[in-house]
């Protein structure tokens, strides 16, 4: 065989290749290769829902969950829970990727969780959405991202939906960057949310400590710590991940501010039971079962 011939093989198999990869990271979104085990058929309904933002300055998506027998019954007012999503997601990656509906049925007929509202925002910013950049969770130069789900959305449920409207009933939480996020924001309005929750997250920004939990919760005031009900997990395999919600841990203790910390095995990662929406779907239950503590704590 002639070596121009070789070369024309080897070249069509790398662009090949090349676009293959391509795909899977910028159009598929790099999906888990072995998705999670669910329950298909959890009478829950998935559905996004929109609404004009003015702190974007234009239409923004929302993923909504209503509990079961919210149609039954008018009268009664329901907890929310806020999913944030990590890099390269959108409004659907907490269904699509890590299936939530199924995470819900379980805990719902476990009565690990009362029935709640569960809202998987679209956190991306002005740029949209990439492999090759984290969402800004915060208000800077792509958007107010943080003025959206902070206080903007917070406002449109509540006016849309039979919400419980003291902050205590109110949990925000997320994987990876949407774990940083869900602090970065929740902090700066305790006012809407009392409950926080990281999964595989970080507590520092290349932002500056202005975006930065591990800054932010130490200027809390007395008061507002006592308010706090915080939930980490972190995978045995994300080092960086593990030792920046360890070292949030410990100042969190240091702080008197209630929180419970555990590590799994895994982490980050496209494939293995423990790796990646695997481990994001199946600690999603833990995460939710504290959360659902502190609700029936408030409702006592």
């Not at 795909?23 to 085990?37: I, K, S």
């Not at 959108?90 to 029935?115: F, G, I, M």
Request: hydrophobic residues 40%; charged residues 15%; contains cysteine.
């Amino acid at each position: 065989m002639k070596i121009s011939k070789i070369l024309a093989i080897c070249a069509a198999t790398v662009a090949i290749l090349a676009a293959g990869g391509y795909w899977y990271v910028f159009v598929a979104g790099a999906p888990q290769l072995d998705p999670p085990q669910v329950e298909r058929n959890t009478g829950l309904k998935f559905e996004l829902k929109t609404f004009n933002s003015a702190a974007m300055g234009g239409v923004r998506t929302y993923g909504l969950i209503l509990p079961p027998g919210y149609a039954q019954n008018p009268s009664k007012r329901y907890p929310v829970i806020f999913l944030l999503h990590g890099g390269h997601g959108d409004a659907r990656a907490w269904e699509d990727k890590a299936a939530v509906t199924s995470v819900l049925h379980d805990l719902y007929k476990a009565n690990q969780l009362p029935p709640s509202i569960v809202i998987t925002p679209d956190g991306n910013d002005r740029r949209g959405t990439s492999p090759l950049w984290d969402s800004q969770y915060y208000d800077g130069p792509n958007g107010k991202v943080g003025t959206l789900i902070g206080s903007e959305l917070v406002q449109v449920l509540k006016s849309r939906y039979r919400t419980l409207n003291e902050p205590q009933f109110w949990a925000m939480g997320g994987q990876s960057s949407g774990g940083w996020g869900a602090f970065n924001i929740g902090l700066r309005y305790l006012n809407n949310f009392n409950v926080l929750f990281s999964s595989s997250g970080y507590f520092t920004d290349a932002s500056g400590p202005q975006n930065s939990p591990q800054h932010l919760v130490q200027q809390l005031p007395v008061a507002a710590r006592r308010r706090l009900r915080v939930w980490l997990d972190a995978g045995e395999g994300d080092r960086e991940f593990l030792a920046s919600t360890q070292q949030f841990h410990q100042t969190l203790n240091r702080l008197g501010i209630a929180n419970e910390f555990r590590v799994f095995p895994g982490g980050h990662g496209i494939v293995g039971a423990n790796s990646g929406w695997n481990y994001w779907h199946k600690h999603l239950a833990d995460a939710l079962t504290y959360v659902g503590q502190q609700f029936k704590q408030a409702q006592g």
